[in-house]
């Protein structure tokens, strides 16, 4: 059974651009989740999507926007890039049905924002 | 604001030896709660989890205990391996979001 996919694995960007995240869960997984980890942060909780719905969503500014497809697929969108956005993204999913299920992490993408 | 906390920077431990890893949480609203390991380079991988209703979980040489009164839960790894060298990340879910600590960085020594 595949694993959890981020697409691409590494970026750089100039300050001022914008920049889409792919992730691709594991088949049957309805739920998906962004986190953002930094140097000294352990991961930072950006939003979850379950069914193509944001069910919670971290505190992170407005330039940080994501989406879910119906076949659960799901993009993250960070617009006018900060250099303080370089960092590994990760994306997690899960069965997620009703309660909490295990998360499964995806190798992330590493953005590096110049 | 940083609602699970890992003190522990980093631990050291001789292989063969209790490894223990300790996370302290602000959050009484948490309902699971879960382990993770990390190696570089890649994304982080499920340990052991325990539901906020029990005190103890075991999963072969990993048991997750969970003190509610004290908002604390700590992983003990016995005997510790050269392959558990690694980050490992406390993370505490609530509304299907998961809030993590900052890492420990274990190393286990030959």
């Known amino acids: 059974k595949a694993g959890v996919t981020q697409t691409p694995r590494y970026l750089i960007k100039t300050r001022g651009q914008q920049v889409t995240l792919s992730c691709s869960p594991i088949?049957?997984?309805?739920?998906v989740s962004w986190y953002q980890q930094t140097p000294g942060q352990g991961l930072q909780f950006l939003f979850e999507y379950f069914s193509e719905t944001q069910r919670n969503k971290g505190n992170f500014p407005g330039r940080f926007s994501g989406r879910q497809f119906s076949n659960s697929r799901s993009e993250m969108n960070v617009s006018t890039l900060e250099l303080g956005d370089s960092a590994l993204y990760l994306c997690?999913?899960?069965?997620?049905?009703?309660?909490?299920?295990?998360?499964?992490f995806g190798q992330g993408t590493r953005l590096t924002v110049v | 604001d940083q609602q699970v906390k890992q003190n522990s920077p980093s631990l050291s431990v001789q292989e063969g030896r209790i490894s223990i890893l300790n996370c302290d949480y602000t959050?009484?609203?948490?309902?699971?709660f879960l382990w993770y390991k990390k190696y570089p380079a890649e994304g982080p991988t499920f340990l052991i989890s325990i539901s906020s209703i029990k005190d103890k979980n075991e999963d072969g040489r990993f048991t997750v205990f969970l003190n509610k009164s004290a908002k604390h839960l700590s992983l003990h790894i016995v005997p510790s391996q050269p392959g558990d060298s690694a980050v490992y990340f406390c993370?505490?879910?609530?509304?299907?979001?998961?809030?993590f600590g900052a890492g420990t960085t274990v190393t286990v020594r030959a």
């Open positions: 088949s049957g997984h309805r739920s």
């Open positions: 959050n009484s609203m948490f309902d699971y």
């Open positions: 993370a505490a879910s609530v509304a299907y979001k998961l809030s």
């Open positions: 997690a999913s899960s069965l997620a049905g009703e309660g909490y299920t295990e998360a499964f």
